[in-house]
């Protein structure tokens, strides 16, 4: 089954990219960006991290959870560990490397945002903020690579 698949998406052209396909792909990063970010700054607040250790961490478990939420998917749809591991890599890595230079850029240029701690409504207002323009900024580059049957469009295929 999913040796078919593969050979679908290799011998077609890829689908036009719409901006509906771009969104849907960037909010998918998003929200494994998200999740990995959050846990990871409770974690180092918990741990009473400085803010590089922090950011690191966050970012490590950005990419975590960005491609668990790919790789889940595609495992469901019966693809094999080896194959659901380079497709995730394909298909999110330029995004969440994207999305993580804006969102975490965005954080560190609002004045105390990185120092507010979790209960300060300074450090969500500014993290809302920090996803919103990361998405802005990474939508269109989500279209860009979709369109070049590169990102998303690698698994387009195993969607139902």
């Known amino acids: 089954?999913?040796?078919?698949?593969?050979?679908?998406?290799?011998?077609?052209?890829?689908?036009?990219?719409?901006?509906g396909m771009a969104s849907s792909a960037t909010l998918h990063c998003l929200t494994g960006c998200a999740i990995g970010e959050v846990?990871?700054?409770?974690?180092?607040?918990?741990?009473?991290?400085?803010?590089?250790?922090?950011?690191?961490?966050?970012?490590?478990?950005?990419?975590l959870f960005g491609y668990l939420l790919t790789l889940i998917p595609l495992r469901r749809a019966g693809v094999g560990w080896g194959s659901a591991v380079k497709l995730a890599l394909a298909a999110d890595t330029v995004s969440i490397i994207v999305m993580e230079i804006v969102d975490n850029g965005v954080m560190l240029v609002i004045p105390g945002a990185m120092t507010a701690g979790l209960t300060s409504a300074?450090?969500?207002?500014?993290?809302?903020?920090?996803?919103?323009?990361?998405?802005?900024?990474?939508?269109?580059?989500?279209?860009?690579?979709?369109?070049?049957?590169?990102?998303?469009?690698?698994?387009?295929?195993?969607?139902?």
């Open 122 to 160: 300074l450090f969500w207002g500014a993290l809302a903020v920090s996803f919103a323009v990361a998405f802005v900024v990474t939508t269109p580059v989500n279209k860009w690579i979709i369109g070049r049957g590169k990102g998303h469009a690698v698994i387009h295929a195993y969607h139902h």
């Open 1 to 19: 089954m999913s040796e078919h698949h593969g050979d679908h998406a290799q011998h077609h052209p890829p689908a036009k990219a719409t901006w």
């Open 39 to 63: 846990l990871g700054l409770v974690i180092a607040t918990a741990l009473g991290w400085s803010v590089a250790p922090s950011i690191a961490l966050a970012i490590v478990l950005a990419f």
